[in-house]
């Protein structure tokens, strides 16, 4: 059974919260080496992660093209979780936008919200250090995520960044431990793991004391919506246009990985920290199965 939280424990979360973000932060443009230069032979990301891995067009990949592609897939993960970071911030503010400023539960939305500004930058920069484009979602995902802010709210939205934060978390704590990894692509991902840990605690706890006040029909919906987010926010990780910085046509290299059963446990690995919890939470059910299968997060019947 979902744990109810009284307003007094969550705002002795945010005093605490507020207090761990006072006494340990990064800041990108300080705490990185832009100035250093790459490290030859090094990969981007771990082969096994790449979308293409045992797939009959990375064995055709030159060892230069395989770490050329993970260049780009970091890029586009990096630039999409960017994209996701603002969407993040809207639906912050909208919350604020309602609370008591005095509050230190909203003080803390406005504490993450600055968190996540740093980390847009630093994303954005990491990309183009390294020669990549702002790859970021598709064009039609971009527009249509604009109404994700409306049409989401409550437990749902809150677990729609569970995903989204926990399945770039449980990469990134790989790769940022792995000595073949670039070391800028490692301290970027260090120090988004470290900060977004208060992130997920403020998340989590958001959607336990949500689904307490729902009633059955409310979490129908609930149930849907962030499944249907979750598989939009797995599809956009990797953007079509990686593969044509290999000589693969776009089409050809989303189907080679979607149909491809690395890639396809490679997000079922990221989510398993995840998905645990939104099944606790009552998130995960019927409505919305289809969605979950299809974005990788629940395996296939």
């Known amino acids: 059974m979902t744990r109810t939280l009284k307003e007094t424990d969550r705002e002795k979360t945010a005093e605490r919260l507020l207090k761990s973000s006072a006494n340990k932060f990064y800041d990108p443009d300080v705490d990185i080496d832009w100035a250093a230069p790459l490290v030859e032979g090094k990969h981007f990301i771990p082969e096994e992660r790449s979308s293409l891995y045992k797939t009959e067009l990375w064995e055709k990949l030159t060892p230069e093209q395989r770490i050329e592609l993970g260049k780009h897939e970091v890029a586009s993960i990096a630039t999409t979780g960017l994209w996701f970071e603002i969407l993040l911030m809207q639906m912050l503010l909208k919350e604020v936008y309602d609370e008591d400023p005095t509050s230190s ?24 250090s390294i020669g990549c484009p702002a790859y970021g979602p598709v064009p039609w995902l971009r527009k249509l995520a604009k109404l994700m802010p409306t049409i989401s709210y409550g437990p749902a939205r809150y677990g729609a960044i569970l995903v989204a934060e926990e399945v770039l978390d449980r990469l990134q704590r790989e790769q940022m431990n792995d000595p073949n990894v670039q070391p800028l692509v490692r301290m970027v991902n260090r120090i988004h793991v470290l900060e977004e840990a208060r992130h997920v605690t403020f998340a989590r706890e958001e959607v336990t004391r949500g689904m307490a006040k729902l009633s059955k029909k409310e979490i129908i919906y609930q149930q849907f919506i962030i499944a249907l987010i979750s598989y939009f926010v797995t599809r956009a990780f990797i953007n079509p246009g990686v593969y044509k910085a290999v000589g693969i046509r776009p089409k050809e290299g989303v189907e080679a990985a979607l149909n491809n059963p690395h890639w396809q446990n490679t997000i079922r690995y990221a989510g398993e920290r995840i998905m645990p919890f939104l099944q606790e939470s009552g998130l995960i059910g019927k409505p919305g199965m289809f969605f979950w299968r299809r974005s990788f997060l629940l395996p296939a019947k």
Not at 105 to 128: G, K, N, P, V, W
């Open 105 to 128: 539960h909203a003080q803390y939305a406005l504490t993450e919200i600055a968190d996540e500004c740093r980390h847009s930058t630093m994303f954005a920069r990491m990309a183009s």
